[in-house]
């Protein structure tokens, strides 16, 4: 065998051992928190609050908690988020305002999750007298998933073929209703995609609704956006920290853990539906 | 007596620092066929895009003189652009339906002025179809998607989406460079039938298809309008030789 061959060959190697070391971590993973949260789960963990100390019951208002925060959230980032896509790709002058906001998008990006916390305490709940509450929680969660759907809607936009914008345009449409009648409902698969990676980042978010959102305990469910909410991450931090009873408190922190995975796959799976069923339906 | 429909004065175009259209003035006879033809880079489509305001799109664009349509300067400051883009259709060189079914393709134009009633829209979206001879061949599936049609018929979707708005001029750019021979053929017999209702102006590459087709021909090089005369007068004896070269294939 030639030394070309026996190149080819151990670099194959390589990949595919590289593919299955990453592939194995997932499933070790996933295998741990099926194997070790699924003891704890019952119809009853799912629909009542915790009991003694967190050593018992179930994890329902962190379940309904962790769900209204993330869909306040994203209802507050998404249209803000494909606003602002419009804005840039549609409309973007002057230009170095434009490469400001670019700017301005990509560090709050990179910003760690801990400092969306602290900031969301000064403005929302201090300054401007949010409390500690499901809606300061929410905005800062919504600051969190911005960028995410920013990025995502402007390159949603950037692909539509320039061939759309001008057909319409010659046809005498404005550019407001080009926007709205061909380049939004062309490019928003690919938005709902950026929604869908956004929905996975907030639901799993612990460090900013530590000081903004969140409760260790309550037995009732928000009844108003001004009230804290248990929240599912972090009564997982919860379990893993706080209480005496370690070994009752960990089954019911993988038990958490499990539901959470389960709910955003969930909730991803149900945005994927809807964006395959566009996608069938136009092809171009 | 044929109406000049449309007139240019002195019009010069520049992008950027780059001066692609020379005191351009040339007369568009109503319900005739002018071709505009010359070799890449003379300025033909863009010239072809200040009869619909189209080059406003590129940045840094700058017009000096007066495009005329029924005797109103369609760059005076007051013009409605849109009404404009109503008035003067377009069909472009690469067939561009919208993602949209082949029924809604053709009813944009009339949607988006939110003044016509649907049953208005449905005969009209019908008479362009008939009009741009494809109506046998898509009646039956006007829900489909425009993208299931083939490249010949997307084109005349286009020419239909056009037709829609009832427009005075229709602009074509190039309109058959990316069919086959014989969608080509049915689109330049379309033309000969349309031109009984809109006026057309044609920018192509092929000159046989200028002399097939048109009523007057421009022949353009570098940004001048070298000639312009009746076909037969410009493809028998052309005044300049620059057009005479043109023509005989000596440059193309």
Partial sequence: MNIRKLKNKLGIAVLTSSLIITALFLVVFLARIFYKGASVLSWEFLSAPPREAMTAGGIFPALVGTFWLTVSSISIALPLGVLTAIYLTSYGKPRWFVRIVRIAINTLAGVPSIIYGLFGMAIFVNLLRFDVSLLAGAMTLAILALPIIINASEEALRSVPKDFREASLALGATERQTIQRVLLPTAFPNILTGAIISIGRVAGETAPIMFTAATFYSRRLPQTPFDEVMALPYHIYALMTEGTHAAKQVPIAYGTALVLLCLVLSISAVAIYIRYRIRKTRKW | ?252
């Avoid at chain 2, 003067?88 to 949607?111: C, D, E, H, R, T």
């Avoid at chain 2, 425009?146 to 009832?166: D, E, K, T, V, Y």
């Fill in chain 2, 1 to 252: 007596m044929v109406r000049e429909q449309i007139k240019t004065e002195k019009l010069n175009l520049w992008f950027g620092s780059n001066h692609v259209l020379h005191d351009i003035d040339i007369p568009i006879y109503d319900k005739k066929v002018t071709a505009m033809i010359g070799p890449s880079g003379c300025g033909k489509s863009t010239l072809l895009r200040c009869f619909n305001r189209m080059n406003d799109l590129i940045d840094e664009t700058r017009i000096k003189g007066k495009v005329l349509i029924n005797g109103e300067d369609i760059y005076a400051p007051k013009a409605d652009v849109t009404q404009i883009r109503t008035r003067v259709g377009m069909v472009f060189q690469k067939p561009n339906p919208f993602p949209k079914s082949i029924f809604n393709n053709v009813a944009y134009g009339l949607a988006i002025q939110g003044k016509y009633s649907k049953s208005e829209i449905k005969d009209r979206v019908e008479k362009s179809l008939k009009d741009a001879w494809i109506w046998d061949e898509v009646k039956d599936r006007l829900h489909e998607s425009a993208f299931s049609l083939s490249g010949g018929q997307q084109q005349r979707l286009c020419i239909a989406r056009a037709l829609a708005n009832n427009p005075e001029v229709l602009l074509l750019d190039e309109p058959t460079s990316a069919l086959d021979p014989q969608s080509t053929a049915k689109i330049e017999e379309l033309c000969l039938v349309l031109k009984n209702q809109v006026t057309i102006l044609i920018v192509t590459h092929n000159i046989a298809q200028a002399g097939r087709i048109s009523d007057f021909t421009a022949f353009m090089y570098l940004g001048d309008l070298v000639e312009f005369g009746p076909t037969e007068k410009l493809f028998t004896v052309p005044t300049d030789n620059r057009t005479e070269a043109y023509l005989t294939g000596v440059f193309g």
